[in-house]
């Protein structure tokens, strides 16, 4: 598979897991996997899955509008996504932009080392 | 010094250096750096100096309103940037998004491995 089409892929599977079982999230991630949410810096898969699933609202719906993807060296793989985050009850969807630093596993598969999101304030 | 100070320092240096000389970028970049602009991958220091000097506008301000970073693993640093670009003439300013994948060099530098720049459409 070309590497746009295992980005697209992720993408896909991380978002449809996020928006249904958040907790699920916690395979996608190692104890060496960084998260900077908003500025706040959390390490490790247990700390970023509480994190995630402490976020104040319950059900949300990502959109996803560009995925863009590059080889980072030794074997992983920069994704860079722009979306928009429509929670619900709320009118309005809200913009993010986040990135992923997918390493390959020894299982063929691929766990983010390295996450960072922000909204994108209006 | 820290990464976020380096950040930091690296991105007030990258965005100055294009709204004042952006054929002056051609040394933060090497024959392996890659830039996805807007959705095209170009690749080479060379190339992607002649995009960023060919872009249609000629006078641009940046302003910065987030800087995150993460080590990404082999002495790199990942440095995820949101802002506005204000070319001039225009009434608004665009709201972007770019990530950048910095490399250290035998001189105690950095260089930019990876590129991505996406403008965020409101």
């Known amino acids: 598979m070309d590497p746009d089409t295992v980005a697209k892929a992720f993408v896909e599977h991380y978002y449809s897991t996020f928006d249904a079982n958040r ?21 490790g898969s247990q700390n970023i899955v509480t994190k995630l699933t402490s976020l104040p609202f319950q059900q949300c719906q990502h959109g996803i509008t560009t995925v863009d993807c590059q080889p980072s060296g030794a074997g992983g793989m920069l994704v860079f996504v722009s979306g928009n985050l429509q929670l619900a009850g709320e009118q309005h969807a ?19 080392l390295n996450d960072i999101f922000r909204l994108n304030y209006a």
Chains 1, 2 share one sequence.
Do not use: R, W
Request: glycine content about 8%; hydrophobic content about 40%; aromatic content about 16%.
């Open 94 to 112: 809200l913009k993010f932009s986040q990135m992923f630093h997918l390493m390959p596993t020894p299982q063929g598969s691929f766990y983010v």
């Open 23 to 43: 907790a699920g999230l916690v395979n996608l991630y190692q104890d060496s996997s960084m998260l900077t949410f908003e500025g706040q810096k959390i390490q």
